[in-house]
């Protein structure tokens, strides 16, 4: 009886657990607010177990009634996954809810104490992970990879003796990393990379069951530092197979690696690493190694033998390697020495064997000649010999390597014709052969019949010196989607049946006649023109066709030209009224001077901010901005405090203040300029009624007692607090649309570049606070990366922080030199600071995968020692409300900036292919030495820089368009073609949106160009 009761008792308890883990579910269900498949449509009461258990339900699985394991990988979900519903599961197992969209936070998970495995990777989950999360003793993997998370990471883990897989890339997370890792227990794979750790590697990197255990560390990605394990002191990592350090800022030389016998894999690319080769790595050993990569270092020293028989891929490109290549390559399958400054004969990689598959040898100094022996080489898939000096013919066997698929010999001294054995292969999808000197013509009819199964994709024959008619065999590559002839001695028609998968093509500057196909009339003039003065187009008999980055059709034309007359009318209202507001303050404020004349003299600040926007309220007159509470300005006399007129003063003193700040955009008719393009330490270009105000052009200001909100620095190379930075002595460099510019300099003697940002500017202070760290995180050496900000208790309260440099910028020289104020920039200069934005715009593409968002010759700052160009207000898009951005957009608009498909977008956004056009009009402003927002009047249809340009070059006066100081400086008779170049790519990058090239293209053809 009693063993009766007893089971029945255990049966009802475990029904009513099983209940509990029914309710709890159901209460996490009411969260989730997106399900696009459905797959919760299971979890319905009808479906329950005999247990109570929800067995059948989907991502559920039971056992002994109880649910052990959640699982929602790849679902598709979209909600706030609320921990604190489910703490109930007190068997739970198995938590996997990766490749979702999930929000919240996590500071529940660690109740979860029967945890094993935990995955929250690839969601949205943010804010800090709790340190009870050290408390999961039955832990075996965690993954919290791709997600928002910031802050410290727990320490502690040696305690999880379990836990053997940790992954937490693409995430904020920050702290010392020896401190993590030397307490991360007998983990086998860590994955730390993608976040914002510092500290250095050195021997106290781990504890030794750490050091015997782990086979996968991977730090790439973060903010490290100093010498890596330095004094011999590397762990002896008795397991490690994969260690990934690159894309910090480690230094020094690179360590043996002797005692790590199990290593397969070395990745120290996007170092700041010195010195020589280590030779243990590439000699024949007892290690292991199969990848090496130490690309985008300062290596130097020759290259020696490669000896080992287990490395295959070797990456060393981007150093400062010198010598002859290597005799011998080992069993290395992929080979990268391209960007060094390697020399000697090309003729040393005929000893490297057939294993090779991959050969990058592009942009160092190599001579000689191809090899033609037949039997090399049969594995060989890519060959970039580019921006080299070879010399002599091309060599027919090359066209017979079975496996090749791409071939780029540009930018060589090759000639003699081009073989036709090129066209044979049915693999080759890519063959550049560009700016060479190869004769006759092209030699498709003798592969005819091979055409038909060609999988080439992109055909590069530019600049060179073939003649001779188009083929009409080119339709035959079915796959063709760039295809580029430029610069040769072609004549006759163009083939009328070029395949219509092409979205790349240029014909121009050859001798081609009759009519432009129809399925070709999609390309812009650039295309074709200029050259090919016969050259037709069947809706435009007169050939007058639009040049790229103009309106394709007259209609489109007049549309565009109506919108700058009226912007130019409002301009010119705009201006008018700027310029008797300017009488009037001028005037008041030598009202005020008089009045004032009989006391001591003045403070050095205003009234705090608070108390200035309380007199206004009062006034109900005065609608300015006012500065934070961080920066009062104290100009008035202390027996004006508390009078009547004090609102009005201080109105007037204020306005002052931004005549002065305006200074760059009076210059030159820019409109707003942006405050961070203003961060040197005298004024660009004041306008004539400035230089006679009576005040300075810097206004001093000064903190008040305390800043009361919330200071956040980035990393440690600024230390200060908020009242350090209240007490700071400031001054007023510049104003834009944003807000203003303070140059504030700490008791330390730091200068920092203060930005306040107006009022209604931000976003809200979560989303602000996500963003703006993101953009701290961003470090390159032709930035102004954002160090800091601070969020004070009132709405106008917002401040990013930055560290002052000595800079004028673009705009300034640009302004100056037509005035005679400066020196003009010589042709190395100009070049040197468009390769210097370029670099950085490739960076934030393909590194980051950001825009600038507002790039203009005011925010492109040239230091004055080096002239190194630096881009500042870089993604501020991204921390600024709608109405933010669009004033922004506006801005550039009026400057000349902004790219014409912005003019029919409801809701313009800074983008990836905006950069690109606003890159392309700055090169047009190096080029011809004017500003963009320049008004150009007298031709019809042509109002600003970049019409003017284009205009020009349809009519072939491309001469006109050059700044001549360029060719006085450097005596020069005639345009240099590195400025034709550059003039062509700056046309490329205006051109329509979807013919724009990305930045990552535009970046390698102008590094060509400026070599």
Known sequence: MHVTCLIICLFLLVNVLGQSDFAALLELKKGIVQDPSGLLDSWDSSSLGSNGCPSNWFGIVCADGRVISLAFDNAGLVGDFSFAAITGLSLLRNLSLSNNQFTGSIVKVGLFKSLEFL????????????????????????????????????????????????????????????????????????????????????????????????????????????????????????????????????????????????????????????????????????????ELDLSLNELQGPVGSITSTTLKKLNISSNKLTGSLPATVGSCAVIDLSNNMLSGNLSWIQSWGNHVEVIQLSSNSLTGTLSDKSSQFLRLTLLNVSNNSLEGVLPAVLGTYPELEVIDLSYNRLNGPVPSTLFHSVKLTDLNLSGNNFTGPMPLYESINSTSSSSLKSLDLSRNSLTGHLPSELSMFHSLVYLNLSRNYFDGIIPGNLPNSLNGFDVSFNN?????????????????????????????????????????????????????????????????????????????????????????????????????????????????????SGFRQDLLPPSHRGDDHVGSNVWSVSDKARDV?????????????????????????????????????????????????DLHLFDGSLTFTAEELSRAPGEIVGKSCHGTLYKATLDSGHVLAVKWLREGMAKGKKEFAREVKKLGSIKHPNLVSINGYYWGPRDHEKLLISTFINAQSLAFYLQEMERGGVLPLSLPTRLKVASNIAQCLNYLHNEKAIPHGNLKSSNVLLEVRTMNARLTDYSLHRILTPAGTAEQVLNAGALGYRPPEFASSSKPCPSLNSDVYAYGVILLELITGRSSGEIVCGIPGVVDLTDWVRYLARENRFDECIDRTILDLDREETVPKQLEDMLQMALRCTLPAAERPDMKTVYEELSVIVQ
């Not at 303050?585 to 050095?604: C, E, W």
């Not at 009234?607 to 309220?617: C, D, L, N, R």
């Not at 409109?671 to 203003?678: D, E, F, Q």
């Open 119 to 290: 995955d929250l990777s690839q969601n949205r989950f943010r804010g800090s992970v709790p340190d009870l999360l050290i408390g999961l003793v039955n832990l075996v993997s965690l993954n919290l990879s791709s997600n928002q998370f910031d802050g410290a990471f727990p320490t502690g883990f040696s305690k999880l003796e379990e836990l053997k897989y940790v992954d937490v890339h693409g995430n904020g997370f920050s702290g010392d990393i020896t401190r993590l890792l030397s307490r991360m227990g007998s983990v086998e794979y860590v994955d730390l990379s993608s976040n914002r750790f510092t500290g250095s590697m050195d021997a106290g990197v781990g504890n030794p069951s750490f050091v015997s255990s782990i086979r996968y560390l991977n730090i790439s990605h973060n903010l490290l530092n100093g010498v890596l394990f330095p004094h011999d002191g590397m762990p002896y990592f008795d397991s490690l197979e994969v260690f990934d350090a690159s894309n910090n800022e480690f230094v020094g030389t690179i360590p043996a690696f002797n005692f790590v016998v199990s290593l397969q894999t070395l990745r120290l690319g996007r170092n700041k690493l010195s010195g020589s080769l280590p030779e243990a790595l590439l000699r024949e050993s007892s290690m292991l190694l199969t």
């Open 512 to 628: 081609l006649s009759g009519e432009v196909p129809e399925n070709l009339m999609r390309f812009s003039d650039s295309a074709f023109h200029p050259g090919n003065s016969l050259l037709t187009f069947p809706s435009s008999p007169s050939n007058s066709r639009d040049f790229p980055g103009l309106p394709s059709t007259m209609h489109q034309s007049r549309i565009k030209t109506i919108l700058r007359i009226v912007l130019i009318a409002g301009l010119i209202i705009v201006a008018a009224l700027v310029v008797l507001f300017c009488i009037i303050l001028y005037y008041r404020a030598q009202r005020l001077d008089r009045s004032t004349s009989t006391n001591d003299g003045k403070k050095g600040a205003l009234e705090e901010a608070s108390s200035v926007i309380h007199q206004s309220e009062t006034n109900k007159k005065k609608t300015t901005s006012t500065p934070p």
């Open 661 to 709: 700040g305006y200074h760059e955009s009076l210059g030159k008719g820019e409109g707003i300029s942006s405050p961070m393009s203003l961060m040197s330490s005298s004024n660009p270009s004041p306008t004539k009624s400035q230089l006679h105000l009576d005040t300075p052009q810097a206004l001093n200001v000064r903190s008040p007692d305390k800043l009361a909100g």
